[in-house]
């Protein structure tokens, strides 16, 4: 690894941390949502500052290529968002529905309560 590689790795990983603080403070980002993304640029920190660290974790779990395992790593927590993203949507796709009814319901009987104003459609 050449110094150069070695600083990007680091500067990079702490880019994304600072992004990351930096969108939880101005509100941007809720916590639930930043969990992955703070655990993702720790582990790219810990990566760059210790390359060490990458080649013993892919031996430790006996992958051949350090690099497998921060594909592998990336995939896994993309998946993990994605799949808390998912369904958090079908969460409030619920709630939206129910809105809508009630909000149905209401106009009902608004309407049959003043038919003046609520004229039926043609």
């Not at 050449?2 to 809720?30: C, D, H, K, P, Q």
């Not at 790593?73 to 619920?94: D, G, W, Y």
């Amino acid at each position: 690894m050449t110094i150069g590689s070695y600083f990007f790795g680091i500067a990079t990983a702490a880019l994304v941390l600072i992004a990351v603080v930096e969108l939880l403070r101005r509100r941007r980002l809720r916590e639930r949502h930043a969990i992955w993304w703070l655990f993702a640029g720790t582990l790219a920190l810990i990566a760059g500052v210790f390359p060490g660290t990458l080649a013993w974790a892919a031996a430790a779990i006996g992958i051949g290529l350090p690099a497998n395992l921060v594909f592998f790593v990336s995939i896994a927590i993309l998946f993990l968002v994605s799949l808390q993203h998912s369904s958090e949507l079908t969460t409030l796709e619920n709630k939206t529905r129910i809105l809508a009814e009630r909000v149905a319901l209401m106009e009902l009987r608004l309407q049959s309560i003043e038919p003046e104003r609520y004229p039926e459609d043609s």
